[in-house]
């Protein structure tokens, strides 16, 4: 179970952080991560972080958002700054579990984020 926490309104420039926390049968091999989809669009990948530490972002949020996790309390923070009205979209926390080649995937809620004047 992944429940997410964060997301509102805010102004161009300004920041915002969304944390998720994950509950349940957690793989030892394993990635946290963010995705987003904005109205009429297709869901896509805003940033992830492994188990051990490593990280993706998509390119337009490099340099902007940072994605972080505390394994002792599986937990995951995506901290945004100078958000753009682009940024606006429902984001979703997801846990890939890895057994065996196999990827499982959960979801949690999406929280909206609007990015507006």
């Known amino acids: 179970q992944l429940q997410a926490f964060g997301g509102g309104l805010v102004q161009p420039g300004g920041s915002l952080s969304l944390s998720c926390a994950a509950s349940?049968?957690?793989?030892?091999?394993?990635?946290m991560g963010w995705y987003r989809q904005a109205p009429g669009k297709q869901r896509e990948l805003v940033a992830t972080?492994?188990?051990?530490?490593?990280?993706s972002y998509l390119d337009s949020v490099k340099g902007r958002f940072t994605i972080s996790r505390d394994n002792a309390k599986n937990t995951v923070l995506l901290s945004m700054t100078t958000l753009k009205p682009e940024d606006t979209a429902v984001y979703y926390c997801?846990?890939?579990?890895?057994?065996?080649?196999?990827?499982?995937?959960?979801w949690g809620r999406g929280t909206q984020v609007t990015v507006s004047s």
């Open positions: 349940g049968r957690i793989f030892s091999i394993n990635v």
């Open positions: 997801n846990l890939g579990n890895f057994a065996l080649g196999t990827r499982y995937d959960y």
């Open positions: 972080i492994s188990n051990d530490g490593r990280t």
